[in-house]
Every structure is written in C-alpha cells, then in structure tokens.
C-alpha cells in the first residue's frame, strides 16, 4: 500500500457522500488524517465508520457545516487547523446539481440556490484555505467542477454557470498562489454514478432511471457510468505531492465524452 499521505492532512467538504467520500477512503487508505465536513451529520458518521474499517489509525474530526455560510466556511478551517495545525490537501468539492429545466422555466431561486452552493462555497473554501496554505509555504487543492464546466450540457443553467465559475477561479488563483508553493486543480467528472446521478436520473423518470441511465451513458466512448473510486484515485493524485507541477489547469475524468460532443 502507497503512503503518499502519511503524516498529511486532508480537508473535504461533501464528505458524506458520492466523490467526497470516496475520496476521502482513498486518502485515509493512504495514510491521511481527515477533516471532514457536509451539511448532513449522518452520513459523515457514515463517512468515518466506513474509513475507519479502512484505515483504523486515521484521525477523523467531523464538522456537520453550510458551504454557503461563510462564517461556518471559516469555522471548519479554524476547526482543522486547530485539531491538525496545518492543511496538506482540500477537495473543495460540495455541491449539488439542481432542477433541470429550460433556461427560460430556470426558477430564480434555484439559479441562485445552485450558485450559491456550486459556486460561492467554492470561493470561500479557497478564501479561507488559502490563508493558511499561504502561511503554511505549501498545499494542495482540487475544486469540483464538472464536464458542465468545460462543455454545454443543456437543461442545466445554474450548474454549468456555477461549474463554469468554478474553472475560472481555479485558474485565476492557480496562477496567484504558485509562487507559494500551492498548486490549485479542477476535476471534471461526467456521469459518476454516485446519490447525486441517481436523483439527476430520477428526474428524467422516477420507475425507470436503470434503464434511463444505460441510454444516458450510450454515447459515452467506454458505454458505462464512472465510479467513485476511479474519482477517488485522481484527487488522490491530485492532492499527492507526485502532482505538485500540476497547476492552474482542469482534468476530465470521463471515458473520453468531452471531446467528443
Ligand atoms: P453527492 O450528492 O453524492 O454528494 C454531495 C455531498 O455534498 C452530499 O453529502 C451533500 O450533503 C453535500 N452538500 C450539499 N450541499 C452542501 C452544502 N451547502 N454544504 C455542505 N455540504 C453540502 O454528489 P457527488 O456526485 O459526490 O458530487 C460531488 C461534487 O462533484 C459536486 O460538486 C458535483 O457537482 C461534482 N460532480 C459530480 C459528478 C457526478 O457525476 N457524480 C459529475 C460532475 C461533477
């Protein structure tokens, strides 16, 4: 087994569920202590129960917080950084998908419901990260973006803007804090079938969302959904110290879909 993060510290938001969470087994796995944080306390019990099977050594602080709440936002980097003292990696990755619909039926509330989330929890996760990895002279982080960040997908205004937002900060403060020793990363999944993909499928048809989802992934070069754990190893990397060079940019992590719409 790798020990790329023995000794490392690692932040996550949306750590309950989906890529959060396998991330966050993933990195346990390879030695890391955890902060995790979501908005639901359950499943973040969950969350630890589950790496804790993987990885009984681990130091797992749990902060039940809104992304949205800048205040709270500031509270879970002080919680962690006083527990661990530093902040190795953050997976700023919370998010949700939102009401698909024409942009004209786009309800405002939900426009704003999604970018707030999406878009502003990504900000102040990298407002008040940054302070500490700019002290700190080191540190690695991954926003959560999306294929809807790089590419049209139709139906789904506030999550491409918010996702669209997301690269755009990352390659804003990619380019700020490199001299400091920080490299700042976006992922771009496609369909990953995590709760999230499952609810967005649900809404196309509630009885038949298996048979709608074999259709949906068609198109796609490998004809199948991606898994957790296929996120889980790339933000790994991403948050390693092997990926330390790699700054300021977007990866996709989705059989090859985005090049080929
Ligand atoms: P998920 O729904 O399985 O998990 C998201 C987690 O975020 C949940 O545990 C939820 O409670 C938490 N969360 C939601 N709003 C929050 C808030 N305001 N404050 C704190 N926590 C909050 O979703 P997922 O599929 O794991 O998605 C994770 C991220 O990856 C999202 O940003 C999503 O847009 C992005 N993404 C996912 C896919 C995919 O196919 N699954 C594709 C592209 C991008």
Known sequence: MSNRFDGKVVLITGAGSGLGRASALQVAKEGANLSLVDLNTDSLEETKSKVLEVAPNAEVLLITANVTDEKAVEQ?????????????????????????????????????????????GVFYGL????????????GSIVNSASVGGIRGIGNQSGYA???????????NSGIEYGQYGISIKAIAPGAIMTPMVEASLKQIDQENWEEVGKQFVEPNPMKR????????????????????????????IDGGQSYKY
Do not use: C, W
Request: aromatic fraction near 12%.
């Open 127 to 138: 407002k008040h990260v940054l302070k500490v990895m700019r002290k700190q002279e080191f």
């Open 225 to 252: 959904f991606g898994k957790p754990e296929e996120v889980g190893y790339l933000v790994a990397f991403l948050l390693s110290d092997q990926s330390r060079f790699i700054n300021a940019v977007v990866i996709p």
């Open 76 to 120: 879970y980097v002080n919680e962690t950084v006083k527990k661990f003292e530093k902040i190795d990696g953050f997976f700023n990755n919370a998010g949700i998908e939102g009401k698909q619909s024409l942009t004209e039926d786009f309800g405002i509330d939900e426009f704003q419901k999604v970018v707030n989330i999406n878009l502003n």
């Open 161 to 171: 803007a918010s996702k669209h937002g997301v690269v755009g900060l990352t390659r």
